[in-house]
């Protein structure tokens, strides 16, 4: 474990962790990757965490040793706020923040509000995700997404490469393939969604691409990152001036 930052991102247990998801993870901009941050963090694995405890079956456990975790950073390591490796932690946004007596960030989705209101709540924010069908409400009211707000959800879960972490989690990426995947879905939602006014990237993986989607579609896109950039402003973690 490393041993600075005041920042900490809960990780996936090691051994658990898809070989196309660790292919993505040496790309700067993804969640785990160092590189991806201008200032010190801490990746701190969960016992347990993985794709089917996370994403497909929420286990109550992967929370539990959550809790203890970020107790256990705060009270001796010197972390003033946790974030994770996975946006679907958000169903555990609420348990694991009123758990623990620091700042706490599971998901980029809590960013949806927010963007909801810059943009105006007659334009849509696209949430771009790994699984639509396991992106339940329960995960979008735990980040203060109501349903009254204008927001649609484009996932990756038929993607031929990128479905390979549900259903060949051994078996590594076309990285080409996955990277036409990734950029095609925010193509063509943008192209037949033109009230389109933003983007969020649930997934911790999709970061890397996000530049290209702002230089290709001309919208402002939200990812794990600008809300890491912004708790690290706020912990005078990172300074513009």
Same mark, same amino acid.
């Given at each position: 474990?490393?041993?600075?930052?005041?920042?900490?991102?809960?990780?996936?247990?090691?051994?658990?962790?898809?070989?196309?998801?660790?292919?993505?993870?040496?790309?700067?901009?993804?969640?785990?990757?160092?590189?991806?941050?201008? /200032?010190?963090?801490? &990746?701190? @694995?969960?016992?347990?965490?993985n794709?089917? $405890?996370?994403?497909?079956?929420?286990? =109550?456990? %992967?929370?539990e040793?959550?809790?203890?975790?970020?107790?256990?950073?705060?009270?001796?390591?010197?972390?003033?706020?946790?974030?994770?490796?996975?946006?679907?932690?958000?169903? /555990?946004?609420?348990? &694991?923040? @009123?758990?623990?007596?620091?700042?706490?960030? $599971?998901?980029?989705?809590?960013?949806? =509000?927010? %963007?909801?209101?810059?943009?105006?709540?007659?334009?849509?924010?696209?949430?771009?995700?790994?699984?639509?069908?396991s992106?339940?409400?329960?995960?979008?009211?735990?980040?203060?997404?109501?349903?009254?707000?204008?927001?649609?959800?484009?996932?990756?879960?038929?993607?031929?490469?990128?479905?390979?972490?549900?259903?060949?989690?051994?078996?590594?990426?076309?990285?080409?393939?996955?990277?036409?995947?990734?950029?095609?879905?925010?193509?063509?939602?943008?192209?037949e969604?033109?009230?389109?006014?933003?983007?969020?990237?649930?997934?911790?993986?999709?970061?890397?691409?996000?530049?290209?989607?702002?230089?290709e579609?001309?919208?402002?896109?939200?990812?794990?990152?600008?809300?890491?950039?912004?708790?690290?402003?706020?912990?005078?973690?990172?300074?513009?001036?």
């Amino acid at each position: 474990m490393q041993h600075e930052g005041k920042i900490a991102i809960l990780r996936w247990e090691s051994g658990h962790v898809p070989e196309g998801l660790m292919q993505l993870e040496t790309l700067p901009g993804n969640s785990t990757n160092p590189a991806s941050y201008p /200032f010190p963090v801490k &990746l701190v @694995e969960v016992p347990g965490a993985n794709a089917n $405890t996370v994403i497909i079956n929420p286990d =109550p456990k %992967v929370l539990e040793n959550m809790i203890a975790i970020t107790r256990r950073l705060a009270a001796e390591e010197g972390v003033c706020a946790v974030t994770t490796s996975c946006g679907f932690n958000a169903v /555990f946004q609420t348990a &694991l923040a @009123e758990a623990v007596d620091i700042p706490v960030f $599971t998901s980029s989705l809590l960013q949806v =509000p927010f %963007v909801t209101y810059m943009i105006g709540k007659n334009r849509t924010v696209a949430v771009i995700t790994a699984n639509k069908s396991s992106l339940s409400p329960e995960h979008m009211h735990a980040c203060g997404i109501t349903d009254e707000m204008n927001v649609k959800v484009f996932g990756l879960e038929e993607a031929k490469e990128f479905r390979k972490i549900f259903d060949q989690p051994d078996v590594k990426f076309d990285m080409d393939g996955v990277s036409e995947e990734i950029l095609g879905v925010a193509r063509r939602a943008v192209a037949e969604n033109p009230q389109i006014g933003a983007i969020v990237l649930e997934c911790t993986d999709l970061p890397p691409f996000a530049a290209r989607m702002r230089e290709e579609l001309g919208l402002p896109v939200f990812d794990i990152n600008s809300l890491v950039g912004h708790v690290a402003m706020s912990l005078s973690e990172l300074k513009l001036y």
